[in-house]
């Protein structure tokens, strides 16, 4: 995969696997999200670690870590994909979204549903048979948003941090 478009109401938006030089941009639009805000560190050696991890991300082909430009070619959208063979399901392939990020001055204007959407696409080319994701309990309007698409919230997750 090189890169596809998204149109949406007059402008264009390039979605493409990111690259090493949008680490610091990516990691910018996590940031900027209050509930997570504290995670991100911007010392030399919290930007080390996550240079490792995008090489260990992108190494890895069942990895895809998205970035979607912006007209003037900013990161205005991120988001993870995983794919995971399991023996579940007939042996189905599962395709997990992670880390959904849409920069706020473009909130409202369907880029979230269209990047979602896009996605699906990449699990369906892959043969996955199922797609899921996880979002913070806190998060009544990101709830109400994957509802729309047609997420079905059927199952409660669990965290252990070590």
Known sequence: MTS????LSG??????RAHKEDVHDIVALLA???????EFGSSEADQAGYVSAFEAIDADPAQMLVAVEGADGGIVGTMQLTFIPGLSRGGAT???IE???VADEERGNGLGSAMIRWAIDRARERGARLVQLTSDARRADAHRFYDRLGFDASHVGFKLFL
């Open 4 to 7: 596809d478009r998204i149109d």
């Open 11 to 16: 402008e264009t938006y390039l979605v493409r």
């Open 32 to 38: 900027a999200d209050s509930m997570r805000a504290s």
């Open 94 to 96: 599962r395709m997990q």
């Open 99 to 101: 880390a959904v990020r």
